[in-house]
């Protein structure tokens, strides 16, 4: 019959006990001889409890399925993680007495001939093997690596010999001397010999000076003067040479009147060319050339026509490099 408490029908014929509630679905028993009383219909003790529900097994997995299941697959085995294993394969062994592994006798021989093998080598390599014995270099190499030392031997002392002088030729060699420009004795060192001075040092500083067409002459602020008319090209060109009383005089008396400054002689770096003002109106291209060094006090002036007049005259003019104003090497 239900449940007189909770109407749930039971679940087969011989129970006793309601699935739901607990209550106990026994018929009544009539009452005792002791008298009437009421009857418990609920449970009373613990142990007349039906036993709850079984719940599903979350992860066991039943040893035999029920028929009509598939088989249950084993659980899948997680991948490897970290580095792949390196070094050689675990040696294989097998179970002897009392279930201790055994190497096999085979693969300690191997390893024995091996690491013999090695140490063989090893000894060679290290004793044996010298670049000079016979089984490595044959006779004619020998001989040829022989050949070049002795030839790298005897023209080693050659090479020295020819680079060291002799004490003859160290006897024999002497310093440099010059000559000064007023012919006296000679020096090995031109700051020696004096400086030019005078006609005869405007003459060597100027080689062109002293032409058939020129004169010497003396002023009032040069020391010397000479002056010369050659012909350029149908024309006379007059050339006038200077020795300054100082360097200062030059420079002022060329700074107030020039011009420009036009390009030295054959482009010498030792020389300074200015174009100056004349106050002779047949003179349109006035020169002055002199040294660049402040310590020469020698200049030259080229009264010409024209520019293509004072090119064709500028040929001819002769001015010693300033290295040789004192001397030249004998």
Sequence with gaps: MDCPTCGTPPDRPDQRFCAKCGTNLAPAEPPTAYGQGTRITGPLFADDLPPPPAAPPTFAVPATPPP?????????????????????????????????????????????????????????????????????????????????????????????????????????????????????????????????????????????????????EAGAQRASEAGCAPVVGGATVRFHYSEWRSRAALETYYASNTVAVIAAPDGRGDLVALQVESRDSSVGYKVAIYYTDPSAPWSVTIYAADEAEYLAAVDQLAMRPFPQLRGERE
């Design 68 to 216: 009509g299941y598939p088989p249950v697959p084993p659980p899948p085995v997680p991948p490897p993680t970290g580095p792949p294993p390196t070094g050689p394969p675990p040696i294989a062994y097998e179970a002897g007495r009392n279930g201790r592994r055994r190497t096999p006798v085979v693969l300690m021989a191997v390893a024995a001939l091996f690491a013999a093998a090695i140490g063989a080598g090893g000894v060679v390599l290290l004793f044996g093997g010298d670049d000079d014995s016979p089984s490595d270099t044959s006779a004619e190499d020998r001989a040829n690596d022989t050949g070049d030392r002795d030839a790298t031997t005897d023209a080693a002392p050659s090479a020295q010999a020819s680079e060291t002088p002799t004490a003859t030729e160290t006897a024999t060699k002497e310093p440099p001397t010059f000559q000064c420009w007023d012919g006296g004795a000679a020096v090995t060192r031109l700051a020696d010999c004096a400086a030019p001075t005078g006609a005869a040092g405007l003459a060597w500083v100027f080689p062109s000076s002293t032409g058939a067409s020129c004169s010497t």
